[in-house]
């Protein structure tokens, strides 16, 4: 079959390989469409190898792509054939983890990215969505409700990554929220915050066109921080009659960012940051005593899937088609898929690619 591996920086080639072959308790899946993420640009410029690589033995040439949906074309030995069955259109969730008696934080679903060995389809090894096929443990397939297309379907993991966060803050109807970062996982937290009830969201970025997406998604104000005079404290404070708001999103990572959530947040509000940090912030702990701030982390998912896949059934999550903006074949995905995030990022949401 054919599938796009990774190399080493800049260097990914489409290569043909063997077909995975279905062992037990596993589901073979014909891949449909794989999203492109922001850590797939950090894999091709090799920042994040050391955090990505050294939870496994294997080593480049490692298959791309976790973000993914596809078709179930064969089910191995044991699978639990009431839930999973072969025509089935799915997506999948792309941690791996221990599953050791041993590890207590696998012992609960909603626990499992915590543990220590965890790794990721398409960038730990074992294969990757940016192929023809993939092979996957059948508790890692989430089939996808009946009306949803597999285009959307590609979108369930960064999906699941806005809803792990949003559920992270408590966040109830009428919460007021300020998102930090209008990118991908930016504006899916905006759909899953509308999914929740909540109340003025406020969306900053510094692409006019996403800062345009957010707006056509719900979002009460939209801070394009790129343009002059733009405050996003200031003009938070005056929506929310200097109150602040109940939580903070922060996508970006930065000085910056850091520094605007903590002004924004109200007292007895949560900040959760989503981001990987490149430096270390500089946090003013005292201000953060006083307000009685919770600064809280997300990362990923952990059985998300299921409640986040049938809220998606009750059509809670309206147009998530109209936030891919550009759709490719394996030959193209250097430069028109991979290069055009690092040179056009603010002209895209999410890019597609078609094995």
Same mark, same amino acid.
């Given at each position: 079959m054919r599938a796009m591996r990774y190399y080493g920086p800049g260097d990914i080639r489409l290569d043909n390989i063997p077909e995975p072959v279905v062992g037990l308790g596993q589901v073979k899946i014909k891949i449909a469409w794989c999203g492109i993420c922001g850590s797939d640009l950090h894999l091709y410029h090799e920042k994040v190898l050391d955090t990505a690589l050294n939870a496994t033995e294997s080593q480049p040439p490692v298959v791309m792509g976790h973000e993914f949906s596809g078709t179930i074309v064969e089910l191995g030995p044991a699978v639990n054939a009431s839930r999973l069955s072969v025509g089935q259109d799915v997506t999948v969730e792309p941690t791996i983890t221990c599953m050791q008696p041993t590890c207590l934080d696998c012992s609960s679903p909603k626990t499992r990215n915590w543990c220590s060995q965890i790794k990721f389809i398409g960038v730990s090894g074992g294969g990757g969505g940016l192929s023809e096929y993939i092979v996957v443990d059948q508790m890692l397939v989430h089939p996808l409700p009946p009306a949803v297309s597999l285009e959307v379907g590609a979108m369930m993991e960064p999906l699941a990554v806005a809803w792990h966060a949003v559920k992270k803050a408590n966040v109830s109807a009428g919460c007021s929220a300020l998102i930090?970062?209008?990118?991908?996982?930016?504006?899916?937290?905006?759909?899953? !915050?509308?999914?929740?009830?909540?109340g003025w969201v406020g969306v900053s970025g510094r692409s006019a066109k996403r800062c345009a997406f957010a707006q056509e998604h719900g979002a009460s104000a939209v801070f394009d921080v790129a343009s002059i005079g733009v405050d996003v404290l200031s003009e938070t404070l005056l929506a929310t009659h200097q109150r602040g708001v109940d939580v903070v999103f922060d996508c970006a990572g930065s000085?910056?960012?850091?520094?605007?959530?903590?002004?924004?947040?109200?007292?007895?509000?949560?900040?959760?940051?989503? $981001?990987?940090w490149s430096t270390k912030p500089t946090i003013d702990m005292n201000i953060l005593l006083i307000k009685e701030v919770v600064i809280a982390n997300s990362m990923c998912y952990a059985d998300d899937h299921p409640?986040?896949?049938?809220?998606? $059934?009750?059509?809670?999550?309206?147009? !998530?088609?109209?936030?891919?903006?550009?759709?490719?074949d394996f030959e193209d995905l250097v430069e028109l898929g991979i290069m055009a995030l690092v040179h056009e990022k603010h002209d895209h949401v999410k890019i597609l690619v078609h094995p």
């Amino acid at each position: 079959m054919r599938a796009m591996r990774y190399y080493g920086p800049g260097d990914i080639r489409l290569d043909n390989i063997p077909e995975p072959v279905v062992g037990l308790g596993q589901v073979k899946i014909k891949i449909a469409w794989c999203g492109i993420c922001g850590s797939d640009l950090h894999l091709y410029h090799e920042k994040v190898l050391d955090t990505a690589l050294n939870a496994t033995e294997s080593q480049p040439p490692v298959v791309m792509g976790h973000e993914f949906s596809g078709t179930i074309v064969e089910l191995g030995p044991a699978v639990n054939a009431s839930r999973l069955s072969v025509g089935q259109d799915v997506t999948v969730e792309p941690t791996i983890t221990c599953m050791q008696p041993t590890c207590l934080d696998c012992s609960s679903p909603k626990t499992r990215n915590w543990c220590s060995q965890i790794k990721f389809i398409g960038v730990s090894g074992g294969g990757g969505g940016l192929s023809e096929y993939i092979v996957v443990d059948q508790m890692l397939v989430h089939p996808l409700p009946p009306a949803v297309s597999l285009e959307v379907g590609a979108m369930m993991e960064p999906l699941a990554v806005a809803w792990h966060a949003v559920k992270k803050a408590n966040v109830s109807a009428g919460c007021s929220a300020l998102i930090l970062g209008a990118g991908p996982v930016g504006i899916l937290l905006l759909k899953v !915050l509308r999914a929740f009830g909540a109340g003025w969201v406020g969306v900053s970025g510094r692409s006019a066109k996403r800062c345009a997406f957010a707006q056509e998604h719900g979002a009460s104000a939209v801070f394009d921080v790129a343009s002059i005079g733009v405050d996003v404290l200031s003009e938070t404070l005056l929506a929310t009659h200097q109150r602040g708001v109940d939580v903070v999103f922060d996508c970006a990572g930065s000085q910056a960012t850091m520094d605007t959530a903590i002004g924004a947040i109200r007292r007895g509000g949560i900040i959760v940051n989503l $981001a990987l940090w490149s430096t270390k912030p500089t946090i003013d702990m005292n201000i953060l005593l006083i307000k009685e701030v919770v600064i809280a982390n997300s990362m990923c998912y952990a059985d998300d899937h299921p409640e986040m896949l049938e809220a998606l $059934a009750q059509g809670r999550f309206p147009d !998530l088609q109209t936030l891919i903006t550009r759709r490719i074949d394996f030959e193209d995905l250097v430069e028109l898929g991979i290069m055009a995030l690092v040179h056009e990022k603010h002209d895209h949401v999410k890019i597609l690619v078609h094995p």
